[in-house]
């Protein structure tokens, strides 16, 4: 397997502008996790999807941000519009079915809003 | 609730000496324990995880960690260093549930310098 892909890798983008990552888990995967890391405040979770629905989404951080996922093999999160304070590195990672199971991790996309 | 306090954001050891990194856990309920390991420019990868089984819990490249009820903590080791461990190291804690999804929280990581 490929492991959890995400894209793009690098984005830059202007303040205002619609902001839309992307990210394919593990096939077989039933939860997934966006999280987001900056330097500032290190590694947050930002929305949990199990069987492609949404568990948790106390991490979002304001109504610019939203998540789907529409299939078990796809999800987006999406900035609108989007802001400086924005600017961060976003995982996605997923996690197969059981009690004990570790989280695998995509290799983020760095976002950079000017 | 669930958290994890890692003691040092930084921590330098010269090449081939012991590495500890310190992990201490909050957790209403017996927990899972996790570390991971995060290169340059990359995502999470998993060294290795208590899961309610043994204690000492050993993981790949060399590491281990030993879980301790009584001190509530899960410090990460390993005998010798070499300088392909410099990366930062994250220790995470879930708490066990039967919901078949688990809310795993990090802590604010511990980069590791490795010097020769």
């Known amino acids: 397997d490929a492991g959890v892909i995400q894209s793009p890798r690098h984005e830059v983008t202007e303040m205002g502008q619609e902001v839309t990552l992307r990210c394919k888990p593990i096939?077989?995967?039933?939860?997934l996790f966006w999280y987001r890391q900056t330097m500032m405040r290190g590694l947050e979770l930002l929305i949990y999807?199990?069987?492609?629905?949404?568990?948790?989404d106390s991490g979002m951080p304001e109504d610019r941000f939203s998540a789907k996922m529409p299939n078990a093999s796809f999800s987006t999160l999406k900035i609108q519009p989007s802001e400086p304070r924005d600017s961060a590195v976003y995982f996605c990672a997923s996690s197969s079915p059981g009690h004990n199971t570790e989280a695998f991790f995509g290799q983020g996309t760095r976002l950079t809003v000017v | 609730a669930q958290s994890v306090t890692q003691l040092g954001s930084h921590v330098s050891v010269s090449e081939g000496a012991l590495v500890l990194l310190r992990c201490n856990y909050s957790?209403?309920?017996?927990?899972?324990l996790f570390w991971y390991v995060q290169y340059p420019n990359q995502g999470l990868q998993l060294l290795l995880k208590?899961?309610?089984?043994?204690?000492l819990v050993k993981g790949i490249n060399g590491f281990e960690a030993e879980f301790k009820k009584s001190e509530t903590s899960f410090h990460l080791t390993k005998p010798s260093a070499h300088m392909s461990d410099a990366a930062e190291y994250f220790c995470a804690v879930s708490p066990i549930n039967s919901g078949g999804y688990q809310k795993v929280t990090f802590g604010t990581g511990t980069k590791l310098q490795v010097i020769p």
């Open positions: 096939s077989g995967h039933n939860s």
């Open positions: 208590y899961t309610s089984a043994a204690t």
């Open positions: 999807f199990n069987n492609n629905v949404p568990i948790d």
């Open positions: 957790s209403s309920v017996p927990p899972y």
